[in-house]
């Protein structure tokens, strides 16, 4: 479908250049997203692996990155430093995935977003005003719009499925997650090693919130990319149309009221009134450990 989007913006500089624009925009957000991420876990890291540590010393916890329960006791230091680097290799692949499935929903709404900002410049330039046009091109363009339409609806329900409960699972785990950091901010107050142990937990703290934002603010962007389909219809020269035409793009405002959205296991719609909402009971949580403490 991206393909034919793609072939179909060619016919056009202008909707050849808006789609590209969006693409680059695309590229750059997902280089970001995957640069931030692999940034966060390498500054997570960083301080276990200068962490001098003393494998003959039975009393002292070796660190890892993940704390496991190994079978067999560690007496070699090139065997810790070999478990330490798979630790890390796992937890960097795993961030990764994270970070193309988040690029990978922005990939998709943007280009949903471009198509839309397409159909608009059709609908904008359906009759010039001052030139007007014949009865067989209005047709032809209204046909277009209608199929531009009906792809775009189409396309953003397969993100919807696709998405739906990803969405729900991350926004579940995602919750949980913030409490329990917050918990492990509160309970690092005052320790000796509270400000160490407050900074990795800053860092995945706010991984884990942009995860939701980027979810949500997908949402909000295409609910209100959605809402201009029917303005732009509105705002055409309708008026210069035959009866049975007009009606054509009735039809199209009609189903342009009905917003394009993103949702958490059709539970919940994704935008950043859900973000406000959950950042509002995280601030709640912390707020009743602080003062329990």
Known sequence: MITEDWSEC???????????????????????????????????????????????????????????????????????????????VHLLTIVIGTGLVNSLLLTLILHVGGQIDVLRSWLIHLIPKESGGTRESVVVVTNKIVRKHQRIILFSTYIENLYTFISFALFTLNTTMICMLAFLVVSSLGSPDG??????????????????????????????????????????????????????????????????????????????????????????????LLAMQ
Request: with cysteine.
């Open 10 to 88: 060619a016919e056009s500089d202008d909707d050849m250049r808006e789609t590209e624009c969006k693409a680059k925009l695309s590229d750059r957000i997902t280089i970001a997203i995957f640069v931030l991420h692999v940034v966060t876990t390498i500054l997570f890291s960083f301080g276990v692996f200068l962490t001098n540590v003393d494998i003959n010393n039975d009393q002292s916890e070796i660190p890892f990155l993940m704390k496991v329960e190994l079978p067999v006791r560690i007496s070699k230091i090139r065997t810790y430093r070999l478990l330490l680097s798979a630790q890390f």
């Open 195 to 288: 400000t160490e142990r407050i900074t990795k937990f800053i860092l995945f703290y706010t991984i884990t919130n942009l995860e939701s934002f980027i979810f949500c603010f997908a949402g909000e962007y295409l609910k209100n990319k959605s809402k201009t389909i029917g303005t732009a219809a509105y705002n055409s020269a309708w008026y210069n149309l035959r009866p049975q035409d007009s009606r054509v793009l009735l039809f199209v405002i009609l189903r342009a009221q009905k917003q394009l959205t993103l949702t958490a296991g059709k539970i919940m719609d994704l935008s950043l009134e859900s973000f406000a909402n959950i950042m509002k009971a995280s601030a709640s949580y912390m707020s009743v």
